[in-house]
């Protein structure tokens, strides 16, 4: 993934929790405004630390 893209899904990742963790309406009880914060930047980080799975040219055997 690019990483403009990268940065406008972790941006968009983070607002949104940030809405369901803090707005008074919300779906998420107030109780677990924290674990939601926790639990995007944790997908946030990992999405830029470990590499997309994918194939690599050689690798790929040929079928007949």
Do not use: C
Not at 8 to 13: G, L, R
Not at 19 to 28: E, M
Not at 31 to 39: A, K, P, Q, S
């Amino acid at each position: 993934m690019p990483n403009d893209v990268k940065a406008i899904v972790s941006v968009i990742v983070v607002i949104v929790a940030a809405l369901l963790a803090y707005w008074s309406q919300s779906p998420v009880r107030a109780d677990f405004g924290h674990f939601v914060m926790i639990t995007a930047v944790l997908m946030v980080i990992a999405m830029w630390v470990f590499p997309e799975a994918g194939v690599k040219k050689g690798d790929v055997k040929k079928l007949k």
